[in-house]
């Protein structure tokens, strides 16, 4: 699939009869065209010169020449489009002002030159819907040009001249208004999208050379100046600095930057020089896949937009035999023609579409922005519609509801074997792990000695319970209790354990087939956010938090109790994870946070899953919903975005539909008027936009969430 930027589409409605005649093009059967967005995405077999054809049409076009792309696309879209903006506000002010004259001087005018006068005002800001209506009734095809088309000049037959060059004139206002709230919206989520520099300043020979950052390389050396952006992913070669990572991780305080730290494209350098060393071409890196993830969660429809869209389709033709049998069967009865004409051209005006498919896509593209904004990444307004509705949080234990920071605290040795070297056996069996509970593990071997000289053994996972590695000698295993018959345990090696579980430690056990060689306390730190964002997610109106976790009964209760969880599943292997979230899922709508690591099948499980992962490649691409920080704080706001995005919505519709509804009930009394009929549609049109466009306000918490000051350790 090729994905293309559109330019010309005037209105939600008319993107999706685009959609439908840009697909009965020769191999074109999955095209989709996407309004928030202004993209049309493709298959690579389908004739171009055919779909130019079919934009052309409309009024539409492609933003690029066809098949002449750029790998250098990340952000910096530039609107060609603003000077036709202008010009039609400039043509609808032209129409406007002459029509208020027209209006006022029409004691004074003879009635040939009023009807020429008000021609003219509605051709100024009416002519190409008028084209576009032409060809469509030609064609049999009723969208809302077409309808609007009719309108027009069936007002100027029956002599109400005035009322139809204003239905002109309402109608083009009507579709700026619409574009400019779409508009409005694009630009907030660009603004967060341009946010990778064009150039970086590349080091050769010790000489500095400007060039694209699509040109550089893995290992190339840059120099980023205090001020500049950082090009793309890389090491801090030489030199410190404090860096602003808000782009990624929505974190606004500096952090400290030196030799040997990682940094993100995107970032900014706020005061030092840095020389950096690429370890990610652009097109790799987490700025790239932001980029990449968030214009797809634009394109991605929801379910409840799926259904507006259905109910659009089939509402303006229903709306068009409305009119009809308004114009037909009262005249027949009273015989009154011109009044009851006159009704039906106000209903199909009323027939436009336009502020219910409106209702949903700029309140989803707002929420997503806002989401990005505090740095968390979205994946979908499907899983922003699902936030909105979770029954149940599920969170794994280590690295999400704790630090993740583990230290072995206490150590039981077996008597000493002098052939045995616990600790280096330690260091060989995780080897280059980097889960925390390794870590902690190798940091404590290292202390003790170990050097990673034992000689090569054969490493295995056993699932849910650890490793084994197999030597010429014998096997040795280390995880946990499961790993060891009742028969290997000593007295004292089962005391030592059980007062390390009473203790609320993680315990790592290493061992052979017949004894217990040396067992490890492990303990962690609950986060100090932990607490506060349970409570936030019950407020929310999440039912239950869960914590689930492989580790012992009595750790798990301890850090449950802290944290303020309804309940905790301990002992758990992998598998264990994934039957409990398959089974709470058939009764309630379930999220699993981890830290992306090695929660993978359980977040997949999960109806909504979300990562905690500082924008790392494993979290990016598992999860549904990635918070850029690992910092669970931020997890209730884009619940609470995910609820007033619903609710405007749901707003949105009832405004839409509710307006229209009272404008066919004064068909009755034959009360509605054309200026009324275009005011509903208008009116309602501008309070969808304006009432989706508060979304991309954040809130007084969201505020002081971003410019929350970090702890320095």
């Not at 704080?633 to 509804?661: C, E, M, S, Y």
């Amino acid at each position: 699939m090729e994905k293309h930027k559109i330019t010309g589409i005037d209105c939600a409605n008319c993107a999706l009869e685009l959609e439908r005649d840009i697909r009965k093009v020769p191999n074109a059967k999955e095209a989709k065209l996407t309004y928030a967005t202004e993209t049309l995405v493709l298959p690579e077999n389908v004739d171009l010169d055919q779909v130019s054809k079919v934009l052309a049409r409309e009024g539409a076009a492609f933003a690029e020449i066809p098949n002449n792309h750029s790998d250098h696309d990340h952000g910096h879209d530039h609107d060609h489009s603003a000077g036709s903006h202008k010009k039609e506000l400039t043509l609808l002010a032209v129409s406007a002002v002459l029509f208020a004259a027209v209006m006022m001087m029409e004691a004074n005018l003879p009635r040939w030159a009023e009807l020429i006068l008000y021609l003219i005002a509605a051709s100024i800001s009416g002519y190409t819907t008028f084209l576009r209506g032409l060809r469509n009734l030609f064609r049999f095809r009723f969208t809302i040009d077409t309808l609007m088309t009719i309108a027009m000049i069936g007002a100027f037959l029956i002599g109400e001249w005035r009322e139809g060059a204003m239905v002109a004139i309402l109608f083009g206002l009507n579709e700026y208004l619409e574009g400019y709230g779409m508009r409005r919206a694009q630009q907030s989520m660009k603004s967060l999208l341009s946010l990778a520099p064009e150039t970086a300043t590349l080091i050769i020979d010790g000489k500095e050379r400007e060039v694209g950052i699509e040109n550089l390389a893995v290992g190339d050396k840059v120099i980023v100046k205090a001020g500049e952006k950082i090009p793309s992913d890389a090491r801090v070669y030489s030199g410190s600095s404090n860096v602003n990572e808000a782009a990624i991780t929505g974190e606004a305080v500096p952090v400290k930057k030196r030799e040997g730290d990682d940094v993100f494209g995107g970032a900014v350098n706020q005061d030092g020089t840095l020389i950096l060393s690429i370890t990610k071409v652009y097109k790799e890196s987490s700025m790239a896949k932001i980029f990449a993830l968030v214009e797809e969660a634009q394109s991605q429809q929801t379910p409840l937009e799926l259904a507006i869209d259905k109910f659009a389709r089939f509402y303006t033709p229903v709306i068009l035999v409305l009119a009809m049998l308004v114009m037909l069967v009262p005249g027949a009865i009273t015989g009154d023609w011109n009044l009851w004409v006159y009704q039906g051209l106000a209903i199909l005006i009323i027939g436009c579409p336009c502020a219910l498919v409106l209702s949903s896509p700029i309140a989803l593209m707002a929420g997503l922005t806002r989401s990005a904004k505090i740095g968390v990444l979205v994946k979908s307004g499907v899983f922003l519609e699902q936030l909105a509705k979770l029954d149940e949080v599920v969170m794994d234990k280590t690295g999400t509801l704790t630090k993740g920071e583990l230290s072995v605290v206490s150590t039981w040795l077996a008597p000493a074997d002098p052939t045995i070297n616990v600790f280096e056996i330690v260091r060989k069996m995780e080897g280059e792990s980097h889960h925390p509970l390794a870590l902690a593990l190798i940091t404590e071997a290292e202390k003790q000695g170990a050097n990673n000289t034992l000689a090569d053994g054969s490493v295995r996972t056993i699932a849910g319970k650890g490793l084994e590695m197999t030597t010429e000698d014998t096997s040795y295993f280390l995880g946990n209790n499961r790993l060891f018959e009742e028969a290997t345990w000593s007295i004292d090696a089962k005391h030592a354990y059980d007062l390390m579980l009473k203790e609320g430690m993680t315990v790592a056990i290493l061992g052979t087939k017949t004894d217990i060689l040396a067992i490890f306390g492990i303990r962690d730190q609950l986060r100090e956010e932990a607490k506060e964002t349970v409570a936030a997610l019950k407020r929310s109106g999440v039912k239950q938090v869960t914590m689930l976790t492989g580790d012992n009964a009595e750790s798990a209760q301890l850090m449950a109790e802290k944290a303020g969880l309804d309940q905790f599943k301990a002992n758990l292997l992998p598998e264990d994870k994934v039957a409990y979230i398959k089974e709470a899922k058939e009764k309630r709508l379930v999220a699993m946070v981890g830290d992306g690591i090695n929660d993978s099948p359980a977040l997949a499980t999960a109806q909504v899953g979300i990562a905690m992962g500082q924008g790392s490649d494993s979290a990016i691409e598992v999860a549904d919903v990635v918070l850029m920080q690992s910092h669970l704080k931020r997890l209730p706001f884009v619940v609470d975005i995910g609820h007033k995005v619903q609710r405007v919505i749901h707003w949105n519709i009832g405004i839409a539909l509710g307006l229209k509804i009272i404008a066919l009930l004064l068909t009755i009394p034959g009360w509605l008027t054309l200026w009324f009929a275009i005011l509903s549609d208008m009116g309602a049109t501008v309070l969808v936009t304006l009432i989706s466009l508060t979304l991309l306000i954040p809130s007084k918490a969201e505020k002081e969430l971003l410019v929350e000051k970090k702890v320095e350790e």
